[in-house]
């Protein structure tokens, strides 16, 4: 790991009436940035099955965060068809805000 590198996490609820709902209430994001380059290293994500998170990291490793959000909206909108997409997006989102907020 790059020692320019920052973690930064950011929590939603999950809508309720949703299968995912039984399972969990929040969704959790970890993400491990590049300070330089303003790229996602890593990310992790509080599912109950492994190939949620695998997927869902293979989305974000290398996207930037320097323009905000656009192209990972665009990638998660269109490769993430599950229940919880929106509060997985609103977790994203607020990861990505705290390392701006610190940033600042």
């Known amino acids: 790991m790059n020692k320019n590198t920052v973690l930064t996490a950011g929590f939603a609820q999950i809508p309720k009436g949703t299968t995912l709902y039984e399972v969990s209430t929040m969704v959790g994001c970890v993400l491990i940035i590049d300070v330089d380059a303003e790229v996602i290293c890593d990310a992790s994500f509080t599912f109950v099955m492994d190939k949620t998170s695998e997927f ?13 959000m656009q192209e990972i909206t665009k990638a ?11 509060a997985v997006l609103q ?9 701006h907020e610190k940033k600042a």
Not at 60 to 65: A, F, H, M, N
Not at 76 to 86: S, T, V
């Open 76 to 86: 998660i909108q269109e490769r993430f068809l599950a229940p919880g997409q929106g």
């Open 91 to 99: 977790a994203i989102r607020a990861a990505i805000e705290r390392y």
């Open 56 to 68: 869902l990291v293979s989305l974000l490793v290398g996207k930037t965060v320097a323009d905000g």
